[in-house]
Every structure is written in structure tokens, then in C-alpha cells.
């Protein structure tokens, strides 16, 4: 017999152990159910062993995260043998795929999408002998209070602006697993912004999946207003957003991102291909020619800007001579750093409806490539910035030297240092030594 499962409990005292996959939103998510449960008295547990309660939070966007979160079941599965527990899956592949996955998984006791985190204590409650999906959609934003966060850092919180897209990018499965565009009222972002600055919040980052699509659903205040209004709110040292969509990255944003030194000088700005005619099959609205443009209004009206980016490689169609351009704007913008990935189709999206073309060792061979031209440039970078002082955010030991202290720079580069003490959550100044391609090493300075 497996999952000998719990009977419907109340959840005090029991503990809840959360496993996280994907981007920002779903890390944010997941400190948003850490809270909704602990505020229902139940338990974070450090490790998975302890749990009464496991949550996998995964994303749908790529396949590779729907295979670490069938992976993790997999591994997961021979403890539900020995003890009771209940097996949670939130966030966008629970609302794309809850009936897969329940097929699938059958000891999966509840499956919640991101639109019900707020019902998680009365879902767990009921859970028992049948699994309970709870994948309604809401056309409002759902206002989760701040209080409810169980934030993880000291120091840098994330503040959800706006969820779900409209652009149907033709590979994305966004729009199916997190919905139309919704975006939060202005008053609540600014509650949220000033109870945060007066905790000793020090950084923010302004969520969503486009958020320079960003209106105030009951004034119309866009996003460069309320971008604006942070980067001159008393208390907060940075504030960043992401993600940008570059159809809608206007000189109007540019222009806020001017107006104050606490607006940090880095945009992640998605490219996805260098190529106009794969952009088109892609769905994104923009030529290559359109996003350098906006590129260089960036980097002329704000000197120093750190860029990075999304790329994907082997997109149904994609030639060698339109890889090329790809490779050809990753040398022409010089990204900071990039994220990229091999395409796989996705559920219910237009380009998986034809065939899925470029044989998987060329998509391979191509990810390598942009790889290693990427780690060209990112060496470099880093190289000229040896001998150079900055300000860094303190975030906790580093992963690979637990005696060294790891934070992050103004351009969002990750910073490993020697303190004394612990500076966890506060700002340093630190000379830059030495580099690699992924990361600087310093020494603290004396202010
Ligand atoms: S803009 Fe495109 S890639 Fe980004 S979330 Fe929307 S559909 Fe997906």
C-alpha cells in the first residue's frame, strides 16, 4: 500500500516542507504559501523528512521543469510508505496540467493553482481519501496581505505588480497556466512598499510576467509612474522589475529609470532570437532591428547598464544563418548574463501544433555555442571590473565557500567576499580582485 494518507486535519502543529522549481514568481509564490500556512499554524520544516506536509511549487514554462517535478515525485515516493503525508503540486503546471498529473501521480493528494494559494489551510484540511484540485481561474488579482509572506531575505523582497500575459508568445504556455494579463491596484502595491520600507526592507523587485504592461486597474497609472514613485519612496536603497517585454519596453520607462539613483541600472530585456523572421514565428511583436534600437536608447540614456536576457535555440524552422544572428546580437549587446535554453513544445501553444523540426544534436550544438560565446563576454566583463570598489548587497554564505559571503551588485552580478561578521541583509563596499564567469570575488572596504 502506498501514502498512508493523513485524515482531515487541522493544521496546528503540523509541518509543511516547500521544494521550489522555476523563476521568481514561483520563489515568490512559494514565501506566499509558507505564510498562508504558518499563519494557519503549521510548521516550515528544514527538511523534507520532517514534513506532514510536502508541496512541490513548479513552473510549466519549460519541460525540463515538468520533468524535475515528476523526477522529484519519483524520489520523494518510497517515504510516503513510511509515514503518513500529504503530497501537494502548486503553482502553473498545477493549474495547466492538474488532470495529467494527478493520472499520472495518483498519491498526489491536492493539486493548487496559483490562484488558490489563499484556500491551501481549507484544501489540506479536507484532504483524505480523495484528492481535492482547486485550478478556478479568477479574472481580479487575488490580494494576498504582505503580512501573509514568510520572506525569506532579511533585505530584498519581491512585490508582485501584475500576473498572467496577452501576447501568446507562440511557444509559451504562460497564457494557458497563468492567465490573462490582472494587475494589482496601485494602492495596495504602495501599502505593501511602505510597510516594507519601515521593516528595513533595503531592495524590492516589482514582479510579473510583463510588467510594463503594468495600468492600475482603478486609476490607469502605468508602470513608469509607479517605477517613478518607488525609486523616490524614503527607506528603499534599489528597486528593480522583471520581466520587461521588449514590445512594450517604452522611452517613458527609460526616462523613470533616470529619475533616481535607487532605480538600479539593469534591465532583463528577453530577446529569445536575434533573427526577425524567427521573432515573427515566435509570435514576439518585435524585429531585431526594433530591440537594438531600444538596446541603444538604454545604454545612451543610462551609462553603465547591465542587460541580460532569454535566449532560445532550435525553434521550428531555425536555420543556421538565423542561429547566426542570434550569435550575432548576443556579440552586439554584450548581456551581462543570459538564460537559455533549447526549445521544447509546450501544451496547447500554436507552435507546438506543427512539427518540432530541428533535430535535438543541432539544438544541443547550438545551446553549447551560445554558451560559450556567452562566457567569452561574461569573463570580460567581470575582468574590467578587477580593481574596481562597489556596493553590495549582502545575501548569506557563499554556495561554494561556506567561509566566504556571497551578495549581489547593482548590475545584479553575484559578488563573494571575506567579513568579518555576519552582513547578511546589509550593504558593503567591496574592491573587486579577481573574476571568473559567473561571479567576482572582492575584499570588504572601509567606508
Ligand atoms: S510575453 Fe510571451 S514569453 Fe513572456 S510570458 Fe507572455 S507569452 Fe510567455
Known amino acids: 500500500m502506498y501514502n498512508t494518507r493523513l485524515t482531515p486535519m487541522d493544521l496546528k502543529d503540523k509541518s509543511f516542507f516547500l521544494r521550489t522549481f522555476g523563476c521568481q514568481m ?19 520544516a528544514e527538511r523534507v523528512e520532517d514534513a506532514d506536509i510536502i508541496i512541490v511549487n513548479t513552473c510549466a514554462v519549460r519541460e525540463k521543469s515538468e520533468e524535475k517535478l515528476y523526477s522529484y515525485l519519483g524520489r520523494i515516493r518510497p517515504r510516503l510508505d513510511a509515514r503518513p503525508v500529504l503530497v501537494g503540486v502548486a503553482g502553473c503546471v498545477a493549474q495547466a496540467e492538474s488532470a495529467n498529473l494527478v493520472a499520472r501521480r495518483p498519491f498526489i493528494d491536492f493539486v493548487v ?32 496581505p504582505d503580512l501573509l509572506f514568510r520572506r525569506r531575505s532579511p533585505a530584498t523582497a519581491a512585490v508582485s505588480i501584475m500576473e498572467g500575459c ?12 497563468r492567465g490573462r494579463e490582472k494587475f494589482r491596484p496601485l494602492r495596495h502595491i504602495r501599502a505593501e512598499l511602505a510597510e516594507l520600507a519601515a521593516r528595513g526592507y533595503q531592495e524590492i523587485q516589482f514582479l510579473g510576467q510583463n510588467v510594463n504592461s503594468y495600468r492600475d486597474p482603478e486609476t490607469g497609472t502605468p508602470f513608469a509612474a509607479l517605477l517613478f514613485e518607488a525609486g523616490h519612496m524614503p527607506g528603499l536603497k534599489w528597486v528593480r522589475f522583471l520581466t520587461s517585454h521588449p514590445k512594450t519596453f517604452s522611452a517613458a520607462i527609460i526616462e523613470a529609470m533616470t529619475s533616481s539613483p535607487v532605480i538600479c541600472r539593469q534591465v532583463h530585456l528577453p530577446l529569445q532570437s536575434g533573427s526577425t523572421s524567427v521573432l515573427a514565428r515566435m509570435n514576439r511583436g518585435y524585429s531585431r532591428e526594433e530591440y537594438l534600437a531600444k538596446i541603444t536608447l538604454l545604454q545612451e540614456r543610462i551609462p553603465g547598464i547591465s542587460l541580460s536576457t532569454d535566449i532560445i535555440v532550435g525553434f521550428p524552422g531555425e536555420t543556421e544563418e538565423e542561429f547566426g544572428e542570434t550569435l550575432s546580437a548576443l556579440e552586439a549587446v554584450r548581456f551581462a ?5 533549447r526549445y521544447s513544445p509546450r501544451p496547447r501553444t500554436s507552435a507546438a501544433k506543427g512539427p518540432d523540426d530541428v533535430p535535438f544534436d543541432i539544438k544541443r550544438r547550438r545551446l553549447i555555442e551560445v554558451q560559450a560565446l556567452q562566457k567569452r563576454i561574461q569573463s570580460a566583463i567581470h575582468e574590467s571590473l578587477i580593481g574596481t570598489t562597489m556596493a553590495v548587497l549582502g545575501e548569506g554564505p557563499s554556495r561554494k565557500d561556506p567561509a566566504m559571503f556571497s551578495g549581489r551588485n547593482e548590475s545584479y552580478q553575484v559578488v563573494n567576499f571575506r567579513a568579518p561578521t555576519d552582513v547578511r541583509g546589509r550593504f558593503v563596499r ?18
Do not use: Q
Not at 496577452?166 to 497564457?175: G, K, L, M, R, T
Not at 548574463?337 to 535554453?341: A, D, L, P
Open 26 to 44: 514561483n520563489e515568490s509564490d512559494s514565501e506566499k504559501i509558507a505564510g498562508i500556512l504558518t499563519a494557519a499554524g503549521g510548521r516550515e
Open 113 to 144: 493553482g496559483p490562484d488558490n494559494y489563499l484556500r491551501l489551510p481549507e484544501i489540506i484540511e479536507r484532504c483524505g481519501e480523495r484528492t481535492i484540485i482547486a485550478d478556478e481561474w479568477s479574472n481580479d488579482w487575488r490580494e494576498a
Open 166 to 177: 496577452d501576447n501568446f508568445c507562440s511557444y509559451c504556455i504562460v497564457p494557458f497556466s
Open 337 to 341: 548574463n543570459i538564460f537559455s535554453f
Open 430 to 447: 567591496v574592491k573587486i580582485s579577481g573574476s571568473g564567469p559567473y561571479s567576482l570575488r572582492g575584499d570588504l572596504v572601509e567606508d
